[in-house]
């Protein structure tokens, strides 16, 4: 389902929420199941909000490592 609202998103701002909420979902839904693929795949769609409206304020998310406990080595290396 997170596939297919990315898909139909247009423009910047709204193609970055699709990646935004889509990222949001993954994220509890990782921590709920421990499981570290599902966080990545996370990670992975908060990039994605990033580079389609960098001044996207929500999308800066995974930046702060103190936010995003489990990607904490990756952001705080800045390979975002």
Request: one cysteine or more.
């Amino acid at each position: 389902a997170g596939e297919e609202i990315i898909a139909e998103a247009q423009g910047p701002k709204e193609v970055a929420l699709a990646h935004y909420d889509f990222g949001m979902v993954l994220l509890y839904e990782g921590l709920d199941k421990h499981k570290d693929e599902i966080v990545t795949h996370a990670h992975e769609e908060m990039t994605k909000a990033l580079a389609a409206a960098a001044n996207f304020p929500n999308a800066v998310f995974c930046r702060w490592p103190s936010t995003c406990p489990s990607q904490a080595r990756r952001c705080g290396e800045g390979q975002v």
